[in-house]
């Protein structure tokens, strides 16, 4: 209690002190203020700041600040007209205000770069985002295992594919209309691939009919379209397999006699598989030959491990 | 029908021992397409769209483009002659089924690429 007490006996000291402190101050600020309002109308001059320390320094420093911004002004001014001789220059320089055609032209490919590079990376992590989706965590979603024999009648397995990437079809020698189109539309890609990433992508048919595409007929079959595509065919539960793996539906009919005329119904879509076997994008026949080969290089450049371009050559 | 395509005639698909077709080769794909046009053409001039699935179609085409049927089934194999007369059939379908979408206000919209289409 004595202590509170004690406190504010200090305090209401304190306070007397300084408003006592304070007083011999205030008045000559007041006595300043009056002769600053009578001595302003005379003149506005150094003599004002001299009558009191609060106003005196407000007024100097105004004068002062007056004072750099005219010479501020002038040398700004000087410098600038010291380049330009005549006023018709100095009009064609302030003509457009900032905008000139260095600005524009800087302007614009600023703008067109972003724009760009924007473009293509919202491609390239589409693309991405594809090929991640599509490699399976375990076992690969399409694709896998298979062992047939190539058109010069060698053992071809999936172990063949890696190194590179490779362009898988499923058709047959003796399909009427759309398989013809679709390898030649094939050889088309595989050259326009070619051309922009080298030779790392082989194209592949896998025969739907084994019956009776031998190794030799689809040599001789493929050989038209064009000579790099592999041609696989191989035992009837092999290529049935590896369609099955490809998620590739096809249907022999059931009894076939031998000499016997009949189509193969199969679906028919180009797989690209990665270096390391996994699928990455089934292409369809809405592809032309431009667009898939576009999309096929664009994952080739995508891919950033060593490719085996000689594995084949 | 044996006799359409029988082996000694040169310019039909080729046989091999056992009877079966051999596999057609860029020349005899192109002869088959071309005498497949010309039969086409020729169901087209005399309004006949089926020439295959319904007795009626087959007479028809039978008395108006017999000549060309010959033809037609000389240069390609007998599986492909039936393909190719019912595609015939299908593709005049699926042409009106779209043509009556298309009246009826629909929209047919082609699958697009998925990615890399920006040029």
Known sequence: MSSTSNCVAGATRALKASPALRLPVQTPARRTFASINSSKATSASPTIAAS??????????????????TQLRTFSSSS??????????????????????TAAILFVA????????????????????????????????????????DQDGKQFTHEDLLGRYSLIYFGFSHCPDICPDELDKMALMYEKVKEKCGDVLVPIMITCDPARDTPEVLKEYLAEFHPAIVGLTGMYDNVKN????????????????????????????FYLMDPE?????????????????????DHIKDWEKPLKKDRWA | MGWFSSSTDDSGPKKTADGAFVAPTKTTRQKCYESRDAFFECLDRNNILDSINTKKGRDEAAKACGQADQVFEKNCAHSWVEYFKKQRVVNYQKEQTIKKIEAEGGEIIAPQLPVGNSK
Not at chain 1, 280 to 286: D, F, H, P, Y
């Open chain 1, 242 to 269: 590896t369609a099955k793996e490809y998620r590739v539906y096809f249907s022999t009919p059931p009894t076939v006699k031998p000499g016997q005329d009949y189509l193969v119904d199969h679906s028919i879509y």
């Open chain 1, 110 to 149: 600023a703008g067109g770069g972003l724009y760009t590079y924007f473009t293509y990376e919202k491609a390239r992590m589409a693309r991405q985002r594809i090929a991640n989706q599509n490699k399976g965590i375990g076992k690969p979603k399409v694709g896998g295992p298979f062992d047939l024999v």
């Open chain 1, 80 to 101: 600038s007209r010291r380049a330009l001789k005549t006023i018709e220059q100095v009009r064609a320089r302030n003509k457009g205000g900032p905008f000139n055609l």
């Open chain 1, 277 to 297: 076997g996994d699928f990455i994008e089934a292409i369809g026949r809405n592809f032309t030959a431009d667009q898939a080969a576009k999309v096929i290089s």
């Open chain 1, 52 to 69: 009191g320390p609060q106003c005196a320094f407000k007024a100097g420093n105004n004068a002062l600040e007056g004072a750099r911004r």
